[in-house]
């Protein structure tokens, strides 16, 4: 069976899983109205675990047919570009990795939903980044792309997971004014992440910055400190 074949076998599976009920559902739930982040997303309504079976039986796919996949008008088809992605990166070489990490930001104009960049941003993205220069997620922070902006905070996800905080501190203060409220709960969530391994590096950084953080950053970072501290940060007691 050619490339071409393995593509679209692969896109009739997807098919094969859709629910037209679910449609709706998902439309409403990743903001495809007008004027919303997600504006005019199609759907086919096929569940995420349908969409990870079929990642895992067609990761042997060419890349060529993956970034067809990746630049797809269907969420779905987009998504189980990003879940082979990983699943390629996670076997490849030097080389091939690279050619992976290029050829996401090539098409990033694609990765334009919270979980498109959730799944992609702190797994292969940060691993790739983990030992080399970090400079392009200092250039994505301030981008005027809401999901561009996303992937670089949410990069550092990897690196908190590594005990790595540092760019995620920066990253965090540069986006402290951000006013979009999927980068304030991004921002507030990589920070409870560093909570959680360091609790001390996390309120160094509140101390200094919880006055001027959005609401919703806040909540999210200080969601799980007890009830006393969170309300201390919440209203300006500390």
């Given amino acids: ?19 037209p009920e679910q449609v ?68 490849a070489d030097g080389p091939e990795q690279k050619y992976i990490f290029d050829l996401y930001f090539k098409n990033v104009k694609y990765i334009n939903n919270w979980d498109l960049v959730d799944s992609s941003a702190p797994y292969f993205i940060g691993n790739y980044l983990f030992n080399k220069n970090r400079g392009i997620l200092y250039k994505l922070v301030k981008s005027k792309n809401l999901w561009e902006r996303r992937v670089a905070i949410m990069t550092t996800f990897y690196f908190i997971r590594q005990g790595q905080f540092e760019d995620t501190l920066k990253l965090a203060k540069i986006l402290l004014e951000d006013e979009h409220d999927l980068i304030q709960k991004a921002v507030g969530w990589m920070l409870r992440e560093v909570g959680n391994r360091s609790i001390s590096t996390e309120e160094l950084f509140l101390k200094q910055n919880y006055r001027k953080m959005p609401r ?23």
């Fill in 24 to 91: 709706q559902n998902l439309q409403r739930f990743f903001k495809t109205g007008k004027g919303q982040y997600g504006e005019n997303d199609k759907f086919l309504g096929i569940k995420v675990p349908e969409q990870r079976i079929i990642a895992k039986k067609y990761q042997q796919i060419d890349l060529k047919s993956v970034e067809k996949l990746l630049g797809s008008g269907w969420h779905e088809e987009r998504l189980t570009a990003i879940h082979i992605l990983n699943l390629k990166y996670s076997i």
């Fill in 1 to 19: 069976m050619n490339a071409g074949m393995n593509l679209t076998e692969l896109r009739k599976e997807l098919r094969a899983h859709s629910n």
């Fill in 216 to 238: 919703t950053m806040l909540r999210y970072a200080i969601e799980k400190f007890p009830d006393k501290k969170r309300k201390g940060y919440l209203y300006g007691n500390k």
